[in-house]
């Protein structure tokens, strides 16, 4: 069986250590912030994590691009030249157009490399959850599986990977042109925290809004408890977006709430392409659950 490597981009947000750790690479999207444009680097070698959510809540905005078709067939290639087949996991279709990119680039490698597998997977999903994802398929190829067995698992499991966040301010997805202004507003006044999850389309949608910072913390504890399954794959990750004190105290609620103390849950920032969008204070739970079957097109 030919070795095969698994390849990601820079919304999976996992940091060096973990990157290492499961044998994952990543492509490369991009930042852009007072007309300086560098790479989305999920280690912040080039901006860190605090400067990054400093600018940010002073009011300079940060907007992304996506990963090229360019980017992809690099990647792709150097690792194809070295012997290995592709698995590439893509930020959702619904956030980002990365996928496509990879799907270009895989069309073009096939005509000059036909004898190399490459199989690209829309993740319909996000930050730890493309993360959470990218380390499962990790495991699988670790115990032997083949690029189909594990390409396959990951699509027909990939509806039961769960988020549940929510955000400190509004305005940073009215920015992003992810809410209204009035909406941002109306809400900010009356304090209204949403529960975003990622649907069955892989779009990040409010399912549910509350009032205050702490109803929304303990909303998101609920619906854990709630959506929460044993996976042999299962491990749970905690996204921040710099508010570290919160994610902890998170950290500890769901490990109270966890029936399988085993488990392992990690805390990371969230990284430079989602927070981007979502803004400093945002808080993300991610792990395996019961297969999401809500989509906001289709209520």
């Known amino acids: 069986m030919k070795n095969y490597v698994i390849i990601t981009d820079s919304s999976c947000d996992l940091d060096k250590s973990l990157r290492e750790k499961y044998g994952l690479d990543y492509v490369e999207m991009r930042i852009t912030y ?15 994590a ?27 290639e150097h690792y194809i030249k070295e012997g290995y087949d592709i698995l590439s996991l ?14 270009i680039a895989r069309d073009d490698l096939k005509e000059i490399y036909p004898e190399s597998k490459i199989i690209c997977i829309d993740a319909l999903n996000s930050c730890y959850g493309l993360g959470l994802m990218a380390i499962t398929a990790s495991e699988m190829r670790n115990e032997g599986k083949t690029i189909e067995e594990t390409a396959e698992w ?12 929510t955000v400190e301010d509004l305005n940073y997805l009215k920015r992003a042109g992810r809410v209204t202004a009035a909406s941002a507003v109306f809400g900010g006044l009356l304090q209204i ?28 504890i609920s619906l854990f408890t709630e959506n929460y399954l044993p996976n042999k794959y299962q491990k749970i990750f905690i996204g921040h977006a710099d508010c570290l004190e919160e994610a902890e105290a998170l950290k500890k609620e769901v490990y109270e709430a966890l029936p399988d103390k085993n488990v392992e849950i990690y805390i990371g920032y969230i990284g430079p392409i989602i927070g981007a969008s979502v803004g400093p204070g945002t808080l993300g739970l991610y792990f395996f659950g019961k297969e999401v079957t809500f989509r906001a097109d289709k209520k």
């Not at 360019?70 to 990647?75: C, H, Q």
Request: glycine share 6%.
């Open 34 to 48: 007072d007309n300086i444009d560098v790479p989305a680097s999920l280690d912040w070698e080039y901006i860190p």
């Open 154 to 165: 990951i699509e027909s499991h990939k509806q039961e990977v769960n988020q549940l966040a």
């Open 50 to 76: 605090k400067e990054f959510y400093g600018l940010m809540r002073n009011g300079t905005r940060i907007t992304t691009s996506q990963a090229t078709a360019d980017a992809y067939r690099e990647k792709f």
């Open 90 to 103: 893509s930020c959702s279709s619904a956030l980002s157009s990365s996928v496509n990119g990879s799907y």
């Open 193 to 220: 925290k949403p529960i975003i999850i990622s649907d069955t389309a892989g779009q990040n949608v409010p399912v549910e809004k509350v009032r205050g910072r702490r109803t929304s913390i303990n909303r998101i």
